[in-house]
């Protein structure tokens, strides 16, 4: 079972900064690495996928870089409606799918 | 407009069953492997089972394998996941989520249905 981290737990934020997210894996994954946003009391949203990729309608203030182990989902310049915790997830080895533990973005 | 609609879930006694329901519309349902998804309260989020687009192939979690199971019906483009056996463990916002065959995420989500497992 391949397992993901996320780091860090929590990220105190002020709208208009940038938040930068981290997420690991055991082993490599090559880049088959998804980040989903949710919110309290909601579904999970797909935001990235194939690590870089934006999904439908996800605003372009959110990007995703990198590949193997070490990847990260940086927020250009954090919204208010951005507050919320975000989970990266590999689908590269599977089953099981593996979500990392999550990390909650607050306000400053 | 895509949509996975769930119902089912609700309060059983350790011991129980219950039968959840996710149906799908706005996409080509025979098209995606499906997931359930849960979630326990305050805790992250864990994957519970994956069906194939066919119906032919299942997996579960070591947490769930032997109680639970997931079945689809294609022509009516709908998913289920029984529960047997339940744990007070099990406890959770069950979510059904939809995945293109493939190496790809999760697209479409489902909204949730609580289950509850107490005496």
């Known amino acids: 079972e391949i397992v993901m981290t996320q780091s860090p737990a929590t990220l105190s934020v002020s709208p208009g900064e940038r938040a930068t997210l981290s997420c690991r894996a055991s082993?490599?994954?090559?880049?088959?690495l998804a980040w989903y946003q949710q919110k309290p009391g909601q579904a999970p949203r797909l935001l990235i996928y194939?690590?870089?990729t934006r999904a439908t309608d996800i605003p372009a203030r959110f990007s995703g870089s990198g590949s193997g182990t070490d990847f990260t989902l940086t927020i250009s310049s954090l919204q208010s409606e951005d507050f919320a915790v975000y989970y990266c997830?590999?689908?590269?080895?599977?089953?099981?799918?593996?979500f990392g533990p999550g990390t909650k973005v607050d306000a400053k | 407009e895509v949509q996975l609609l769930q119902s089912g879930g609700g309060l059983a006694q350790p011991g129980g069953s219950l039968r959840l329901s996710c149906a799908a519309s706005g996409f080509i349902f025979s098209d995606y492997a499906m997931n359930w998804v849960r979630q326990a309260p305050g805790k992250g989020l864990e994957w519970v089972s994956v069906i194939s687009a066919s119906g032919g192939t299942t997996y579960y979690a070591d947490s769930v394998r032997g109680r639970f199971t997931m079945s689809r019906d294609n022509a009516k483009n709908t998913l289920f996941l029984q529960m047997n056996g339940l744990r007070a463990e099990d406890t959770a916002v069950y979510y059904c989520?939809?995945?293109?065959?493939?190496?790809?995420?999760?697209?479409?989500w489902g909204q949730g249905t609580p289950v509850t497992v107490s005496s």
């Open positions: 997830q590999q689908y590269k080895s599977w089953p099981p799918i593996t």
């Open positions: 082993r490599s994954i090559s880049s088959n």
């Open positions: 989520a939809a995945k293109r065959v493939g190496d790809y995420p999760f697209d479409y």
């Open positions: 194939a690590a870089s």
